[in-house]
């Protein structure tokens, strides 16, 4: 994941149906808010806030910044107390906070010199502030309420404020109400945090790869310089001879035949 100060530093003032925008480059940029986006700090069509926020942020290229968001005095509601004991100072302060008009609550108290001060504003507009800054490549930084930058001069949102707050902000940003969480990464980040995590072993995987195609192109090229070795003819046997005797045949002496004649005599047949 990419450090936080490899992000430049800047602040988005939030108005009840404006957002202004200082990123050190001479200017604030702005957006207004239409009443079918929000009204009354609560928002009427996040289809709509979240298409002008992504417009908004690529027409400024403000995608990647540690950004502090500055909540003015108008989307905030704030009550101080008197120093309580700890039983009595959640009650007064869940009290207070049920009167907030919103359905969920970002709120965080902070401790005075003489008492303490509880603040709160609709987290709903905060998570989607959130989301489509940090979906764009930008990291939440703090979300400041308006005693926190107030305390360092600044009276109004301008060039001039936002270069003094550049040089303190860093100063004042544990005072943010809502907790930093991790922040979600854009497509490219991840990709970018994958390759270096698995550059080591993609390598290896590599060489290995190269060293197989190595070994098995030198065995066949070696394998087609040796010539051949012609195989050892193997003997036949030759089958033995084996005599196998010849029946003569009985040829009769003309001597021994003789004719019978009709007499019952026996006559020598020349």
């Given amino acids: 994941m990419a450090q936080l100060a490899t992000f430049a530093p800047a ?24 009443l079918t986006s929000v009204k009354d700090l609560d928002i009427v069509s996040k289809d709509e806030l979240v298409g002008l ?19 003015s005095p108008a989307v905030v509601f704030e009550k101080d107390f008197p120093t309580l004991p700890g039983d009595e100072r959640e009650k007064q ?44 490549g930008s990291q939440m930084a703090a979300v400041l309420p308006p005693h926190v930058y107030t305390a360092l001069g600044m009276k109004s949102f301008d060039v001039e404020t936002g270069r003094a707050l550049l040089k303190r902000i860093d100063t004042v940003k544990d005072q943010t109400l809502a907790v930093i969480r991790h922040p979600l990464q854009s497509l490219q980040q991840k990709e970018n945090e994958l390759a270096q995590k698995h550059t080591p072993l993609l390598i290896f995987v590599f060489f290995l790869f190269m060293l197989f195609v190595i070994l098995v192109t030198f ?35 003309p001597s021994a035949v003789k004719v019978f004649t009709a007499s019952g005599s026996a006559t020598p047949k020349p």
């Fill in 93 to 136: 302060t869940n009290q207070f906070l049920d009167t907030v008009p919103f359905e969920r609550v970002l709120s965080r108290s902070y401790s005075l010199p003489s008492g303490w001060k509880a603040v709160a504003t609709n987290r709903d507009l905060y998570d989607l502030l959130r989301d489509t800054f940090e979906l764009a």
């Fill in 219 to 253: 065995t066949m090229l070696r394998s087609q310089a040796t010539p051949a070795k012609k195989p050892t003819p193997v003997p036949k046997a030759i089958p033995k001879m084996v005599a196998t005797p010849i029946a003569t045949p009985f040829v009769a002496s």
């Fill in 53 to 71: 926020l992504t417009k908004f942020i690529d027409e400024h290229k403000t995608h990647t910044y540690h950004l502090y968001i500055l909540l």
């Fill in 11 to 34: 602040f988005l003032y939030v108005e009840p149906n404006r957002l202004s925008m200082y990123t050190g480059n001479g200017s604030i940029a702005t957006l207004d808010l239409p």
